[in-house]
């Protein structure tokens, strides 16, 4: 369904090799496959279905078979129809038909009622996976932050390692002094804190996309995708306005308040079929075996055939009065229908805020991302150039600390901002489907 579009929202998210890793794709299914909510909205959707085919049901006519015994003592009514002072038994079988011809259309209305309420249903369990793969999506976005971020912090301290290796072979040669690599390893320290940190952040950011998954075993999990760059430069599609356009006319949310509202006016006509007279045909047969004490019987099988009785009939009902109960449901029915059309506009300004408010984040995402990536380019040219200086002996080992750890902070607001606009623009793609 919408599984594809939100795939397409890591097309280009860069992954770590673990030991078992999943893609995009298998968390979302694993996720629907799982989920309680989701599979308590399956079952609605079954009895939705099981309501509606029970309507349909209704049109068909319904037979029954009976069978009574019943023994008497005492008097007794006999074939003659005359009471005999003696005991007696009596076995009667019967089969009836009966069907409605008209009910002032309430059947046809119950039909349509509630093929509505099975369209509402399949568009909230629609909903409920939408909902899921937007949560899947999301923690799976902040699992690639953390290990890109996790991979900044080890190439923080690769890049450590190299100056410390460099200093060390001047100390050897008697170009700089001892103290000269204090601030360093103080420095490397820093930076083996700030990656077990990273180290941490990621393991709770893969637990909680597990437990979104609702994994029973999610000790050897990882995630993995392709790079994000090139679904950032797509650019913010469109406008709200577009967007709002055509997702009136796809997204589930506006789809199940449309359908109650198709039920709520059947309802409605429904209760006014109320008013109407109804019409029935009934057909019945029967039969019945006598047995009198004391008195000469036929034998059952002769009985049976003998007393067979046929019987076809219409019936009509006419409501006149019925304490006004039919006018109030009317009432009532209009009233919730009329409820029913406010909640469709409702769910509609609800979804346009949404909008409104998705493409002015993907507006700000894309300006931070822009600005980001000047300020990569300066702070690695801030860097060059601070390492330039330290090695030429015009500044202190502070200084080319400040603009390392300057780097390192840009790289990281970098890699928030790129998949922080990744996610966004899908979003919006997401809402427009």
């Known amino acids: 369904m919408r599984t594809s579009i939100i795939i397409a929202i890591f097309c280009s998210l860069s992954a770590m090799v673990s030991a078992q890793q999943y893609t995009l794709e298998e968390c979302i299914n694993i996720a629907l496959q799982n989920n309680v909510n989701i599979k308590q909205q399956e079952l609605n959707k079954a009895q939705r279905h099981i309501a509606y085919t029970q309507a349909r049901n209704d049109l068909l006519p ?96 690769q890049l450590t390692d190299a100056n410390m290796n460099r200093r060390k072979e001047l100390i050897k040669s008697g170009k700089m002094a001892q103290g000269e690599i204090y601030e360093l390893e103080a420095q490397r320290a820093r930076e083996e804190q700030n990656k077990v940190q990273a180290e941490s952040n990621l393991k709770l950011a893969l637990l909680d996309l597990a437990q979104i998954m609702e994994l029973d075993d999610f000790s050897n999990f990882d995630v993995s995708a392709p790079p994000v760059e090139s679904i950032i430069s797509e650019g913010v599609p469109l406008s709200p306005f577009d967007i709002f356009q055509t997702a009136l006319l796809t997204r589930p949310e506006i789809k199940a308040a449309e359908y109650r509202w198709q039920s709520s006016e059947k309802e409605v006509l429904m209760a006014k079929s109320q008013l109407y007279p109804s019409l029935s045909f009934g057909a019945n047969f029967g039969t019945g075996y006598y047995n009198m004490s004391g ?49 469709i506009d409702k769910v509609k300004i609800d979804l346009r805020k949404r909008i409104e408010q998705a493409y002015q984040n993907a507006l700000g995402a894309q300006s931070k991302w822009r600005a980001t990536q000047k300020s990569e380019l300066s702070g690695r040219e801030a860097y060059r150039f601070a390492q330039e200086k330290f090695d030429n002996g015009r500044a202190n080992p502070y200084e080319l600390f400040q603009a390392k750890s300057s780097l390192t902070q840009t790289l990281s607001d970098q890699a928030q901002a790129k998949y922080e606009y990744a996610f966004r623009l899908k979003i919006l793609e997401l809402l427009k489907n």
């Open 295 to 343: 008195r000469p019987n036929d034998s059952f099988n002769k009985q049976i055939r003998n007393n067979m009785s046929n019987s076809l009939g219409f019936s009509l009902r006419i409501p006149i009065f019925n304490k006004f109960q039919t006018r109030d449901n009317i009432r009532l029915a209009e009233l919730a229908a009329a409820n029913s059309q406010l909640e």
């Open 62 to 157: 319904s037979v029954n078979a009976s069978a009574g015994q019943n023994f008497i003592f005492g008097r007794s009514i006999g074939l003659d129809n005359t009471y005999q002072n003696t005991n007696s038994s009596q076995t009667s079988l019967g089969v009836g038909a009966n069907i409605t011809l008209f009910d002032g259309l309430r059947m046809k209305h119950n039909i349509d009622a509630k093929r509505a309420d099975l369209s509402a249903a399949e568009a909230d369990l629609e909903k409920f996976k939408d909902d899921m793969e937007i949560s899947v999506a999301t923690a799976f976005l902040q699992v690639l932050l953390q290990k890109e971020l996790l991979q900044i912090a080890n190439e923080q301290i």
